[in-house]
């Protein structure tokens, strides 16, 4: 099958490097981490699902809590949180349902309904709230944690006490150009053979050109051994995400808090005027666009990981002051 949405996920979960540099030995933030050991979080539908916690030695004065992408992982924001803990920041990331970490095998890469995970991004922000009552929080996402994060904010149940939105590389449009007869062709095949799986290997493996999510080749071989990345994706997976990225835009309008948007010129989804159009329709009057660009998709994972995190530091403080 070559629908689009199947060389899509192919190419965003399984790209394997392309030659920059030999690869440096992984850091000691690369280095797999052992879920099994972490907390968990109880959802409104009674399911439980691990988080990471990064708190500093003293009282946090505010709280960031961080959504991860496609086939990611709650590991992903240990940059931001060695950035942001030495300044008196806790941050919070859970292991999102559906994906690599998800208790239940078979949900892995086969959820439908994405509005239930974003339920999940609700009860997680509530959850930590109540750990640190009467603190600031400012929620994140990056890539597919991005674009749920504003389905997040259409709904009118935010509290107060999140204060801000930061969108890392928001996967809330597609580079792809998508003919109607393909648009029909996949809904079609989603409702009557909604739990055939795809190999992503298979689909990866007929692009002209291996994908690249990142310019660091360690960084990249870690993702490529990643055990906790989707290797089969369901049709009723896709469609569902498919539905939520193209319901962004709307969505948007109804997000209110100050956002922080950081994309990437080399993103393997997503142009940069993609982002800055939808952009536009954000109901919030403060949005903050910095584009990076000769950066890969994964920004907290580029060579310029280190700017991005300096440039977002005193946006984030004005917005907890």
Avoid at 52 to 62: C, D, H, I, Y
Wanted: hydrophobic fraction near 40%; charge should be neutral; include cysteine.
């Amino acid at each position: 099958m070559r629908f689009w949405i199947l060389r899509l996920i192919a190419v965003s979960l399984l790209g394997s490097g392309m030659g920059c540099a030999t690869p440096d030995p992984p850091t000691a933030s690369h280095l797999m981490h052992d879920q099994a050991t972490d907390p968990t979080y109880r959802t409104r539908d009674g399911e439980n699902f691990p988080y990471r916690a990064w708190l500093p030695s003293a009282p946090p004065k505010a709280v960031l809590v961080a959504f991860h992408g496609l086939s990611g992982a709650a590991d992903d924001f240990e940059p931001l949180a060695d950035h942001l803990v030495p300044l008196g920041y806790a941050v919070y990331s859970p292991y999102l349902r559906s994906q690599g970490h998800d208790p239940k095998l078979a949900r892995r890469g086969n959820h439908r309904d994405f509005q239930v995970v974003v339920d999940d991004f609700e009860d997680f922000t509530r959850y930590v709230s109540e750990r640190h009552p009467n603190l600031p929080i400012v929620e994140a996402g990056e890539s597919m944690g991005a674009m749920l994060l504003v389905h997040r904010h259409a709904r009118t149940t935010v509290p107060d006490s999140v204060r801000a939105v930061i969108l890392f590389s928001p996967v809330v449009d597609l580079k792809f150009e998508i003919a109607p007869w393909q648009r029909l062709l996949f809904r079609t095949l989603t409702t009557v053979a909604p739990g055939y799986r795809t190999k992503v290997d298979q689909v990866a493996a007929r692009q002209a050109e291996k994908p690249r999510m990142t310019r660091d080749d360690a960084y990249q071989q870690r993702l490529d051994q990643a055990p906790h990345r989707l290797s089969e994706l369901s049709l009723r997976f896709v469609g569902g995400l498919t539905r939520m990225i193209e319901a962004s835009s709307t969505a948007a309008a109804q997000l209110n808090r100050p956002v922080y948007i950081a994309y990437a010129g080399k993103d393997l989804f997503i142009e940069p005027a993609q982002v800055e159009s939808f952009a536009r329709a954000i109901g919030s009057p403060n949005v903050n666009l910095q584009l990076y660009p000769d950066s890969y998709h994964l920004l907290l994972h580029d060579y310029d990981a280190g700017r991005v995190l300096d440039e977002l530091t005193p946006w984030i403080n004005a917005r907890i002051d």
